[in-house]
């Protein structure tokens, strides 16, 4: 597939080309550039346009940058392209065949947002819609519904010039009802789930670009579709393959009111010594934290995972729009130096350390007793060991989809923590939070077959050692989905329709181990265990002088 772009000044101009392997015509445009002052990509929305009369390649850049897409393609990683009919005009089963083929094409996605436009915005109301599984949100100018029965799947939909009962279809699929209107739109939002949601604008003289703005800001930047149930995100899927996709909210940090700066800097103090190099990480601040006192202000560390672009966890996992509620700073460290964006350096955990001072130094108004650390895969790992490593830097300490090898991982194993853990207990307490789904595929969730030496309990062993908590044995029978017996066991069905079993070990009155399982759920970022593991954190502190940890029940 050969991509181009062109830019000129003062507009993004965007040049597709046809994707091979299809025996329709597709045209595509796909953001490469990797900017490490953008996005990452990881959710980036993918604009596909359905059009009146099928377009040649020409006629399609023509139309995408009528609509001026280039720019949020450009600022937001993202993608924009065209889908033509299979024939001269639609064909309800030819082209929802073809769309299934561009689905399993492209195989991995996760924003992405389908465009109707006349002839094609019909064909999308009747077809796409009700094989919207994967589909992030809708966006239809012009056209009809043929049919009245509601589609069974939910999907975010933007309606253009002020057609009442096209909105009606798609907020009964939405499961939505009318919440509040203003002179420019009516809008329709499901209680139990806000993401659910239904724009209708009233405007019938809108331009086709004046609508797709509207229907950006209103609808279309506010969430992204991901799938993790059963399979793990990244690998992939085919169409329909494991359901419908999870609404979650897409990160838009200039409307959460946080800034982010970049941060790329010598640790030998800009000298250029044997070996030196550049640290490279991004701090998140909110509106909230800019002008809090001196020492009030907690700061979460987030790692990503193995060769990830170190914007992954905050782009996915929850955390920063926490941030800008509650008002405490984030930083995300590239600290393997071995991702998209790459460092010069391998910074470890003594580097990690090195990164938490300079950005306590960078804003005084961080609490030296409340930092804290979560990872994601092998930034799991590495949490999980700086617990026991640093302990005298963090309050707590947490890990997603990641825990303790028992051979030689990231830079540790179980062993060696082991040994540290028991130098240091009856001396050190750290909290720990571990969270993974069953159908983890990567590092795999302990059962009946593969408990010995797995990572998740090999982590809680450690934690426990450390924390001087009588082990507890390992006994499927009584506690089939944790595995080992523990206390104030939960079982919570969630609005996302899956399923978190939860246990925790306990120290006095202290809650030191939380460990939650997702039933069914892939190797990646369940967004709100970022609350779960917030509100587990911030029970504790550390005094910056004696490093003792003090504990706050909630």
Do not use: C
């Amino acid at each position: 597939m050969m991509i181009m772009a062109l830019q000129a000044i003062g507009q993004v101009t965007i040049q597709v080309a046809k994707v091979d392997k299809l025996d329709h015509t597709v045209y595509l445009y796909r953001d490469t550039t990797r900017s490490i002052d953008g996005y990452a990509g990881m959710t980036a929305p993918m604009f596909m346009i359905y059009p009146d009369t099928p377009l040649s390649e020409t006629e399609a850049n023509a139309l995408i940058n009528e609509l001026e897409i280039g720019e949020l393609v450009v600022k937001y990683a993202g993608s924009v392209g065209v889908i033509n009919p299979v024939g001269k005009t639609y064909d309800n089963k030819a082209d929802l065949e073809a769309y299934k083929a561009f689905i399993n094409r492209m195989r991995n996605i996760s924003n992405l947002k389908i465009i109707g436009i006349g002839r094609g915005a019909t064909f999308v109301n009747n077809v796409i819609s009700r094989n919207a599984a994967e589909v992030a949100g809708i966006f239809t100018y012009g056209g009809t519904m043929k049919g009245k029965t509601a589609s069974h799947i939910p999907v975010p939909a933007y309606i253009s010039q002020g057609n009442r009962s096209l909105a009606s279809y798609y907020a009964k699929a939405n499961d939505a009802v009318e919440v509040k209107r203003d002179e420019a739109h009516i809008y329709y939002i499901n209680d139990r789930e806000p993401l659910q949601q239904v724009v209708l604008s009233l405007n019938k003289k809108a331009s086709l670009k004046e609508a797709f703005a509207d229907a950006w800001k209103t609808l279309l930047s506010k969430n992204y579709r991901f799938s993790n149930y059963k399979h793990t995100s990244y690998m992939g899927a085919q169409f329909g393959q494991y359901g419908n996709y999870e609404l979650e909210p897409y990160l838009i940090l200039d409307e959460l009111g946080v800034s982010r700066k970049t941060v790329k800097k010598s640790p030998s103090g800009g000298q250029n010594l044997p070996g030196s190099g550049l640290f490279f990480w991004y701090e998140y601040l909110p509106e909230k934290a800019a002008n809090a006192p001196k020492g009030s202000v907690p700061l979460v560390v987030l790692l990503h995972g193995n060769a990830n672009d170190n914007r992954t966890q905050s782009e996915t996992g929850g955390f920063i729009e926490i941030a800008a509620e509650e008002g405490f700073i984030v930083a995300e460290i590239e600290w393997q130096g071995a991702g998209p964006n790459r460092s010069e350096l391998f910074l470890g955990l003594d580097g990690i350390e090195y990164v938490v001072y300079d950005v306590m130094q960078t804003y005084p108004q961080i609490d030296p007793s409340r930092i804290y650390v979560q990872g994601l895969s092998a930034g799991g790992m590495a949490s999980a060991a700086l617990g026991i490593k640093k302990s005298h830097l963090f309050a707590a300490v947490g890990g997603h989809s990641g825990a303790i090898f028992d051979r030689w991982t990231f830079g540790s194993s179980y062993q060696s923590l082991r040994d540290e853990a028991t130098q240091k207990a009856g001396y050190v307490q750290m909290p720990y939070f571990l969270i993974s789904g069953t159908a983890d595929d990567v590092v795999r969730f302990p059962t009946v077959e593969n408990h010995q030496n797995n990572p998740y309990h090999n982590a809680i062993r450690v934690y426990q050692h450390l924390n001087q908590i009588p082990e507890t044995a390992i006994d499927f029978a009584a506690e089939p989905v944790l595995g080992m017996k523990m206390h104030k066991r939960e079982t919570i069905l969630t609005n996302k329709h899956l399923t978190l079993e939860i246990g925790k070990l306990y120290k006095g009155d202290m809650p030191l181990i939380q460990f939650t399982a997702i039933i069914d759920y892939g190797h990646w970022n369940y967004r709100p265990a970022a609350q779960m593991m917030w509100d587990f954190f911030k029970q504790y502190s550390r005094d910056p002088e004696t490093k003792k940890l003090i504990y706050h029940p909630q």
